[in-house]
């Protein structure tokens, strides 16, 4: 299939979707099963977050073999039966590249540790300090220290996640090769493009100095919050060194130009900028950052974005995703939200059960597993509330998702749920269309005034159609929208816990 140049994808956490075993899990052949629905939505394609043998200590993102399917999840014969229904629904499937860390219980890192020198290149070990304490002041983008000591080898590891996640060099070439293979292995099962994880965190400056403390600004913009003390540095030595984001090349390189390719980029520090160095012609389609998350799809946050990029071509749109809390409400904000996201220019990333506008769920520390989110329990970033499985009906026992006992308990509202179902699913279908047959997707900005209450935009489409787009948020007025007749509004779906002042509507100029 060939390359969408600004997709609608629909993200998939395995784990929680759809289980078809009774264990609890979900599992591929629940996302196959699922596919029509997606397909019906009218998205372009599926992101399938980690599917491969873990231990499951990052929900996945801990990776022991890249090629191989978990057994939690199914088999291979699964795999590419998920593939072929969904290239007969005509949905495109990317996979999540996990690149800068494999699991410490990787074949790889085990090695390095036993000795085997060609291995420990594949990651960064260094001596202490003549005092024995670890060579920088670098920190875990999670907060916690980045170093780890080994006794066997006396020598510190690398991470930048969890200590189960040593860092890959990603300078080596052993795990250049090793990409390109693996990239190669999923593309040969028919893959049509691949979510790069944390490309920000791809390089370190082999100097190895310690960060400066972070400025007041930076302090404030970089990503994560203030308990977290990852924001205290200005991460000048641990973060992309110089044309770090060049790397990008490599990776259109070995996975072809027919490859739809996007990454996370999770500094909140200069974040725009970054973004558009990454997708520099022969590097990836776009990026994504979390501003817009961060601030529930803020209308000066969108203004401030546009400003930075320009254009919204490259960058990617979403307000949640498996590691941030949902931005449903299950009133009529979610509907003026998503009508917002779909006019917006360049790519869009919906997150599974979005759009049945389920909120973020309260989950009782036992139940929480997640090692982000119990360090700083109960203020951490809220990500296992958003990997609560999704309610596919809402009178089903466990609604429909399992039939033995979900891994994270469920408890939806069901009549918020019968609602979506009814309202707001339809909603998600007809803009999705609108997107595409219109051209919003690819169409330029042609003026976008903001303030934190209010979005008035302008685009305009490569076919030379115009498109006004005024969205309140609360408080905002809508007095001087054009007297034309209203394209689409967000208005007609007003659930009974309607807050007053969400309005959201397009009209063709
Ligand atoms: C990305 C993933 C997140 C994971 C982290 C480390 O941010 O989306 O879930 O914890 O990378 O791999």
């Not at 085990?110 to 291995?119: F, K, Q, T, V």
């Not at 990651?123 to 875990?140: A, E, F, I, Q």
């Not at 946050?301 to 809390?325: E, F, K, N, Y």
């Not at 076919?463 to 905002?476: D, K, L, N, T």
């Amino acid at each position: 299939m060939a390359r969408n140049a600004a997709p609608a994808i629909y993200q998939i956490y395995p784990r929680s979707f759809q289980d078809t075993t009774g264990n609890g899990v979900g599992d591929l052949e629940g996302v196959t099963r699922r596919l029509d629905h997606i397909a019906g939505l009218g998205v372009d394609a599926i992101w399938l977050s980690p599917i491969y043998v873990s231990p499951m200590v990052d929900g996945g993102y801990d990776i022991i073999d890249h090629t191989a399917i978990d057994p939690l999840y199914g088999t291979m014969a699964d795999f590419d039966a998920l593939v072929a229904r969904a290239h007969d629904l005509g949905l495109q499937v990317y996979l999540d590249q996990v690149l800068n860390h494999t699991s410490d219980q990787s074949p790889w890192f085990l090695a390095s540790i036993d000795g085997d020198e060609a291995m420990a290149e594949r990651y960064l070990w260094c001596d202490p300090k003549p005092d024995g304490t670890p060579p920088t002041n670098w920190l875990s983008q999670f907060g916690l220290p980045a170093w780890h000591w080994n006794h066997k080898r006396r020598q510190y590891y690398y991470t930048q996640f969890l200590p189960q996640q040593p860092a890959l060099n990603l300078r080596c070439a052993g795990v250049q090769t090793a990409i390109a293979a693996q990239m190669k292995h999923w593309q040969d099962r028919g893959v049509d493009g691949f979510r790069f994880d944390v490309v920000t965190a791809f390089l370190w400056d082999t100097v190895m100095l310690d960060n400066p403390p972070a400025t007041p600004e930076v302090h404030r913009k970089v990503a994560g919050e203030v308990f977290n003390p990852y924001t205290y540095q200005d991460h000048v030595y641990d973060m992309l060194p110089g044309d770090g984001a060049s790397y990008a090349e490599k990776l259109r390189a070995w996975a072809g130009d027919d490859a739809y390719l996007f990454g996370e980029n999770t500094s909140g520090n200069h974040s725009i900028e970054l973004a558009m160095a990454f997708t520099e012609p022969g590097r990836l389609d776009a990026v994504y950052t979390t501003d817009l998350p961060a601030n529930r799809g803020n209308p000066a946050t969108v203004a401030d974005m546009i400003g930075r990029a320009g254009s919204l071509q490259r960058i990617v749109g979403w307000l949640s995703s498996h590691d941030q809390p949902r931005h449903g409400r299950g009133d009529a904000s979610d509907a003026v939200l998503a009508l917002q996201m779909a006019v917006l220019p360049g790519p869009w990333i919906i997150y599974q059960g979005e759009e049945y506008g389920l909120p973020q769920p309260d989950l009782a520390f036992r139940d929480v597993t997640d090692p982000f989110d119990l360090l700083y329990w109960p203020d951490g970033p809220g990500r296992e509330g958003a990997r609560v499985p999704v309610p596919w009906d809402a009178v089903a026992d466990n609604y429909a998702f399992t039939k033995g006992t979900p891994w994270l308990p469920m408890s939806w509202d069901r009549a918020d749920l019968q609602r979506a179902q009814a309202q707001l699913v339809p909603f998600y279908r007809q803009i999705l269309e609108m997107r595409s047959n219109l051209g919003w997707h690819t169409a330029s900005v042609e003026a976008c005034h903001a303030n934190d209450d209010r979005l008035d935009l302008t685009i305009a489409t490569t076919a030379g159609a115009r498109y006004r787009g005024i969205f309140c948020h609360g408080s905002g007025r809508a007095d001087d929208a054009p007297t034309g007749n209203v394209l689409v509004s967000a208005d007609r779906l007003r659930p009974p816990r309607d807050p007053k002042g969400w309005h959201g509507a397009i009209w063709r100029l």
